[in-house]
T-cell receptor, first 117, second 114 residues
Framework: EAGVTQFPSHSVIEKGQTVTLRCDPI?????LYWYRRVMGKEIKFLLH????????ESGMPNNRFLAERTGGTYSTLKVQPAELEDSGVYFC???????????????FGEGSWLTVV | AQSVTQLGSHVSVSEGALVLLRCNYS??????LFWYVQYPNQGLQLLLK??????LVKGINGFEAEFKKSETSFHLTKPSAHMSDAAEYFC????????????FGGGTRLMVKP
């Protein structure tokens, strides 16, 4: 069974440009999450989809970030325009159920490493 | 609100020595607790988790952790370190209500000396 896959694995862009990160969750997982870790900081929650609906987007830093999940399958996270402080690792994760449900596990992808120069 | 504190951003042990990575949490609801590991150039992998029941939980690769409610701790241990354990370890907490996301600690990088 394929795990959570993310693309691209690494990206270097100039300040002001646009980058789109893609995440394919594990098949059958309705819950999809985006997290990020900027240099030297904790891994922070960005947002949570249940199927195609945004369940919680309280962690999105500002309106330069736009996440979509068309058809409840893969998701994209667009940063436009990118700023230097956006550099970091963006993790996607998926699960069958909410993290608070007994026995549920959240599976993470390998991350998309973004460098803004 | 929830928070996680991992004492020591870097821990170094000798091969064969005890591994102890510390994690303390705060949570306004009974917590679910997790340890994830990130090996170089890989994603986050679940080591173990505590939800309910036995407070000593065993995970993969010989790791275990004990939930101590009175101390609000969930320290990760392994009796004998192996070179392959070198990685970054993350403690995380979530509430037991639907919609509560994972809150991570800052991570601890474990180095294993030969």
């Amino acid at each position: 069974e394929a795990g959570v896959t993310q693309f691209p694995s690494h990206s270097v862009i100039e300040k002001g440009q646009t980058v789109t990160l893609r995440c394919d969750p594990i098949s059958g997982h309705d819950n999809l999450y985006w997290y990020r870790r900027v240099m030297g900081k904790e891994i922070k929650f960005l947002l949570h989809f249940v199927k195609e609906s945004k369940q919680d987007e309280s962690g999105m830093p500002n309106n330069r970030f736009l996440a979509e999940r068309t058809g409840g399958t893969y998701s994209t996270l667009k940063v436009q325009p990118a700023e230097l402080e956006d550099s970091g690792v963006y993790f996607c994760a998926s699960s069958q159920d909410f993290p608070g449900r007994f026995g549920n596990t959240i599976y993470f992808g390998e991350g998309s490493w973004l460098t803004v120069v | 609100a929830q928070s996680v504190t991992q004492l020591g951003s870097h821990v170094s042990v000798s091969e064969g020595a005890l591994v102890l990575l510390r994690c303390n949490y705060s949570s306004s609801v009974p917590p679910y607790l997790f340890w994830y590991v990130q090996y170089p150039n890989q994603g986050l992998q679940l080591l173990l988790k505590y939800t309910t029941g036995a407070t000593l939980v065993k995970g993969i690769n010989g790791f275990e952790a004990e939930f101590k409610k009175s101390e609000t701790s969930f320290h990760l241990t392994k009796p004998s370190a192996h070179m392959s354990d070198a990685a970054e370890y993350f403690c995380a907490v979530s509430g037991n209500n639907a919609g509560n996301m994972l809150t991570f600690g800052g991570g601890t990088r474990l180095m294993v000396k030969p």
